[in-house]
């Protein structure tokens, strides 16, 4: 099944970067949900890791423009 994992979003300045990073998580194949908290910073994410690695999560948040810090 889906593991699930939070990841720290920084970069994330206004409220509409949230929609952004979902978009950008959801896009992945492999992803099955994922949702951004504004206020925390963070990214909730279920995924497939026969599908998809953290590795490629974390890429995918980089090259959309924002950054991450260690999962928690
Ligand atoms: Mo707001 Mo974020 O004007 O990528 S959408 S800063």
Do not use: W
């Amino acid at each position: 099944g889906p593991l699930e994992l939070e990841l720290p979003v920084a970069g994330m300045t206004c409220s509409s970067c949230v929609v952004t990073v979902e978009r950008t998580l959801q896009s992945v194949p492999g992803v099955e949900k994922a949702h951004v908290n504004f206020s925390l910073g963070k990214a909730h994410v279920a995924y497939h890791p026969e599908q998809v690695d953290v590795g490629t999560l974390v890429g995918a948040i980089k090259q959309a423009g924002y950054d991450v810090g260690a999962a928690e």
